[in-house]
């Protein structure tokens, strides 16, 4: 159905930068929500930061102004431009869209494989 590959994480030192991206692929019919979420070890996965099919944003409180999502419908990609980073930022980061694919009765929830970003002090 619809597959997600993710690219862009790595090491980074404090106060540096990376981006990640996410491109979907497969029969999809529409994508509406697509967003960002890490985990941390012993923690819990938690939200990063989304965007609706119309643009509207959303972020964790812990990394407003600081990370910026964005997204190319034309080519269903969406991106995480990562700034200011901190090392509680270390984590698994995974890619979440809300996608249709051709044939299905509605959107389900489709997962990246997730990529590390590891940010030393």
């Known amino acids: 159905q619809v597959q997600l590959v993710e690219f862009g994480g790595g090491l980074a030192q404090a106060g540096g930068s990376l981006r990640l991206s996410c491109a979907a692929s497969?029969?999809?019919?529409?994508?509406?929500?697509m967003g960002w979420y890490r985990q941390a070890p012993g923690k819990q996965r938690e939200l990063v930061a989304g965007?609706?099919?119309?643009?509207?944003?959303n972020y964790a409180d812990s990394v407003k102004g600081r990370f910026t999502i964005s997204r190319d419908n034309a080519k269903y990609t969406v991106y995480l431009q990562m700034n200011s980073l901190k090392p509680e930022d270390t984590a698994v980061y995974y890619c979440?869209?809300?996608?249709?694919?051709?044939?299905?009765?509605?959107?389900?929830?489709?997962w990246g494989q997730g990529t590390q970003v590891t940010v030393s002090s």
């Open positions: 965007v609706t099919s119309g643009g509207t944003t």
């Open positions: 979440n869209v809300e996608a249709t694919g051709w044939g299905s009765p509605g959107p389900e929830d489709f």
């Open positions: 497969g029969t999809i019919f529409s994508i509406s929500a």
